[in-house]
T-cell receptor, first 113, second 112 residues
Framework: SAVISQKPSRDICQRGTSLTIQCQVD?????MFWYRQQPGQSLTLIAT?????????ESGFVIDKFPISRPNLTFSTLTVSNMSPEDSSIYLC??????????FGPGTRLLVL | GQQLNQSPQSMFIQEGEDVSMNCTSS?????WLWYKQDPGEGPVLLIA?????ELTSNGRLTAQFGITRKDSFLNISASIPSDVGIYFC????????????FGGGTRLMVKP
């Protein structure tokens, strides 16, 4: 397994602003992922964060709205840009480990007013 | 594409009762994962299944990999209040390594 931390744990933001969420892992991992979980919903993959190259985005998510950095094998950031109330969600990072498992961080709870 | 259908969507049970939930797909999965998400937390991996017919336990939890490879089941025996949360099944996307597809979740509520 892995120990994953996220900052901030929660935030309330004004529409039109941007928020950067940090994800830190206690060991080097190849695969890191960012998910969105809208209220009462399941997890939706936003993108795979690739170390040393651009993130790979899922259909419906674009780099201009959700820029991602992955400077090394233990850290990644997700920015939610030009926020609107529809961006209010839980944002989760996860890491891919052996045998197709993923381990998740505690999540960042975002409320956009 | 691959979709995972979980049922029931929610359950409200009395403490001490046994719980059963399932996950089905029209596609074959070679791995089934079961996660639990406590309120205000990220999902935590409970059980991983890798072989058709496999039955694996983790304390009061038991999960089974369906023989057809298109379904999986999670049972909780003698439920307690801390079992409250959302249970998700997940499976790896075909030809996509570690990327997972998640079911819609089963929300469990336990009355003391």
């Amino acid at each position: 397994s892995a120990v994953i931390s996220q900052k901030p744990s929660r935030d309330i933001c004004q529409r039109g602003t941007s928020l950067t969420i940090q994800c830190q892992v206690d060991s080097q991992v190849t695969m890191m992922f960012w998910y969105r979980q809208q209220p009462g919903q399941s997890l939706t993959l936003i993108a795979t964060a690739n170390q040393g190259s651009e993130a790979t985005y899922e259909s419906g998510f674009v780099i201009d709205k959700f820029p991602i950095s992955r400077p090394n094998l233990t850290f990644s950031t997700l920015t939610v840009s030009n926020m609107s109330p529809e961006d209010s969600s839980i944002y989760l990072c996860s890491v891919g480990l052996a045998q197709e498992t993923q381990y998740f961080g505690p999540g960042t709870r975002l409320l956009v007013l | 594409g691959q979709q995972l259908n979980q049922s029931p969507q929610s359950m409200f049970i009395q403490e001490g009762e046994d719980v059963s939930m399932n996950c089905t797909s029209s596609s074959i999965f070679n791995t089934w994962l079961w996660y639990k998400q406590d309120p205000g937390e990220g999902p935590v991996l409970l059980i991983a299944l890798y072989k058709a017919g496999e039955l694996t336990s983790n304390g009061r939890l038991t999960a089974q990999f369906g023989i057809t490879r298109k379904d999986s089941f999670l049972n909780i025996s003698a439920s307690i209040p801390s079992d409250v949360g959302i249970y998700f099944c997940a499976g790896p996307r075909s030809n996509a390594g570690n990327m997972l597809t998640f079911g819609g979740g089963t929300r469990l509520m336990v009355k003391p």
